[in-house]
């Protein structure tokens, strides 16, 4: 059987840097090792909770009551012009992997904390690229059933910051295959760094914080999205307006409550600042979310997911 270690710190495993203990903690480097933690915490009817990267997740300062189990394992593969990466890998390796490579497709989310399973849980996306558009197929665990299954691209359901996936928790990402094509590598490793100096100049990089809090929503009034293209000299897409741009609409930018902040630099970003608790910014987001409703008619949908409360 897996280790289990008992009242394990969650805080060290986020990006966020808060959350109390979790009552069991245990590391998967394989399906037959997630598939232990999966049959204890049944037998015990404990609850359970994946961990990957620890980027989009806050943990509540009472902790978890159940078994957090991390994803350790990762490993890449490259096969011609398809990459299989482990779910556990940070996903800038896979980037730096498919450029050492000579593949392209992948360079623009170069800066994206976490790790490759939650990209691809998560459809992470930037500068106009998805990692779903790239994806081929993807192996997972469920949890139960305990068997192992692989998607297909147009069976992952891939939409804006979703997919099958992270509609139902229990299929746990193993491992999943890119389809890159024929790069460049001093082209391709110019644009990672740039993309790079791009999200360094616009995003807290070094914060405690969990990236983009908020999803970008989708708004229909025409005065508020003419008001954005005047304000910043570029066209929504598909109707999305940055929720950053949202935020400091209504003033926000550098709001704290405890030691939660609104970050200054990117207003899309809640920090905490060296003190914060997670009910400080659970309490900031929540007053974020009120003010853009209240004043822009726009409801924010938390990126992050709330774990424990």
Same mark, same amino acid.
């Given at each position: 059987?897996?280790?289990?270690?008992?009242?394990?710190?969650?805080?060290?495993?986020?990006?966020?840097?808060?959350?109390?203990?979790?009552?069991?903690?245990?590391?998967?480097?394989?399906?037959?090792?997630?598939?232990?933690?999966?049959?204890?915490?049944?037998?015990?009817?404990?609850?359970?909770?994946?961990?990957?990267?620890?980027?989009?997740?806050?943990?509540?300062? &009472? =902790?978890? +009551? *159940?078994?957090?189990?991390?994803? !350790?394992? $990762?490993?890449?593969?490259?096969? %011609?012009?398809? /990459?299989?990466?482990?779910?556990?890998?940070?996903?800038?390796?896979?980037?730096?992997?498919?450029?050492?490579?000579?593949?392209?497709?992948?360079?623009?989310? &170069? =800066?994206? +904390? *976490?790790?490759?399973?939650?990209? !691809?849980? $998560?459809?992470?996306?930037?500068? %106009?690229?998805? /990692?779903?558009?790239?994806?081929?197929?993807?192996?997972?665990?469920?949890?139960?059933?305990?068997?192992?299954?692989?998607?297909?691209?147009?069976?992952?359901?891939?939409?804006?910051?979703?997919?099958?996936?992270?509609?139902?928790?229990?299929?746990?990402?193993?491992?999943?295959?890119?389809?890159?094509?024929?790069?460049?590598?001093?082209?391709?490793?110019?644009?990672?760094?740039?993309?790079?100096?791009?999200?360094?100049?616009?995003?807290?990089?070094?914060?405690?914080?969990?990236?983009?809090?908020?999803?970008?929503?989708?708004?229909?009034?025409?005065?508020?999205?003419?008001?954005?293209?005047?304000?910043?000299?570029?066209?929504?897409?598909?109707?999305?307006?940055?929720?950053?741009?949202?935020?400091?609409?209504?003033?926000?930018?550098?709001?704290?409550?405890?030691?939660?902040?609104?970050?200054?630099?990117?207003?899309?970003?809640?920090?905490?600042?060296?003190?914060?608790?997670?009910?400080?910014?659970?309490?900031?987001?929540?007053?974020?979310?009120?003010?853009?409703?209240?004043?822009?008619?726009?409801?924010?949908?938390?990126?992050?997911?709330?774990?424990?409360?």
């Amino acid at each position: 059987m897996i280790a289990l270690r008992e009242h394990v710190s969650l805080a060290p495993f986020t990006t966020f840097k808060i959350g109390g203990q979790a009552r069991y903690y245990a590391e998967a480097s394989c399906a037959i090792e997630l598939s232990e933690v999966f049959d204890y915490a049944e037998k015990n009817k404990l609850p359970l909770y994946v961990l990957g990267g620890g980027s989009n997740v806050l943990f509540s300062d &009472a =902790g978890f +009551p *159940g078994i957090v189990v991390r994803i !350790v394992h $990762g490993g890449i593969k490259v096969t %011609g012009e398809r /990459i299989t990466v482990g779910s556990g890998m940070p996903l800038l390796n896979v980037v730096w992997a498919a450029r050492e490579a000579g593949l392209a497709g992948i360079e623009k989310l &170069a =800066g994206i +904390p *976490g790790s490759f399973g939650g990209a !691809v849980r $998560g459809n992470a996306g930037a500068f %106009g690229t998805e /990692i779903g558009d790239i994806v081929a197929s993807v192996k997972v665990l469920d949890q139960h059933s305990g068997m192992v299954r692989e998607y297909k691209q147009s069976e992952c359901a891939f939409s804006y910051r979703n997919s099958v996936f992270k509609k139902n928790p229990a299929l746990v990402i193993i491992s999943a295959e890119l389809k890159l094509t024929h790069g460049d590598k001093s082209e391709l490793e110019r644009i990672i760094k740039e993309t790079m100096a791009t999200r360094e100049a616009k995003h807290p990089q070094t914060a405690q914080c969990a990236g983009s809090f908020f999803m970008n929503p989708v708004v229909t009034d025409e005065h508020l999205l003419k008001e954005f293209e005047k304000d910043t000299g570029n066209k929504s897409k598909d109707g999305k307006l940055p929720a950053g741009w949202l935020i400091d609409h209504v003033g926000l930018r550098g709001k704290k409550i405890g030691g939660a902040q609104v970050s200054d630099k990117h207003p899309n970003y809640l920090l905490n600042t060296g003190s914060a608790t997670a009910l400080d910014i659970v309490t900031l987001a929540s007053l974020v979310k009120t003010k853009v409703r209240d004043e822009l008619k726009v409801k924010l949908q938390e990126e992050v997911q709330y774990v424990g409360f």
